[in-house]
């Protein structure tokens, strides 16, 4: 079984950057694709960035140019830079994953599907960004 496990987050000014980080634990998989989603309290889970294996990415227009996903095949890492953070981006953030035995993960169907689409998830990393 796949573990997840973000770390990384904190609290930060308004215009500072952050990195987190998702240790993907025993996972083997050629095909996948991995997202980062947030949710603010009363609110809604949202994506905020995501790949999949062909290292095609997508970040939704509240986010582009201020946060860009990667990963670290080798050691088994997503990372989320955070760039030039606002009031708004202050939630709790989880990574997630989609894994499957054929190729490549259609990342055009976890950009419609949103959450529904990933089945394992991390526990989830607080970020605050205050002025």
């Known amino acids: 079984q796949v573990y997840m496990e973000e770390s990384g987050g904190g609290s930060v000014r308004l215009g500072g950057s952050l990195r987190l980080s998702c240790e993907i634990s025993r996972h083997t998989y050629t095909h996948y694709c991995l997202g980062w989603f947030r949710q603010a309290p009363g609110k809604e889970r949202e994506g905020v960035a995501m790949m999949n294996d062909y290292g095609t990415t997508s970040v939704p227009d509240s986010v582009k140019g201020r946060f860009i996903i990667s990963q670290d095949y080798t050691k088994k890492t997503l990372y989320l830079q955070m760039n030039n953070l606002k009031s708004e981006d202050t939630a709790m953030y989880y990574c997630?994953?989609?894994?499957?035995?054929?190729?490549?993960?259609?990342?055009?169907?976890?950009?419609?599907?949103?959450?529904?689409?990933?089945?394992?998830w991390g526990q989830g990393t607080q970020v605050t960004v205050s002025s």
């Open positions: 997630a994953a989609h894994f499957r035995e054929e190729g490549p993960c259609p990342l055009d169907d976890a950009l419609e599907r949103g959450p529904q689409f990933f089945y394992t």
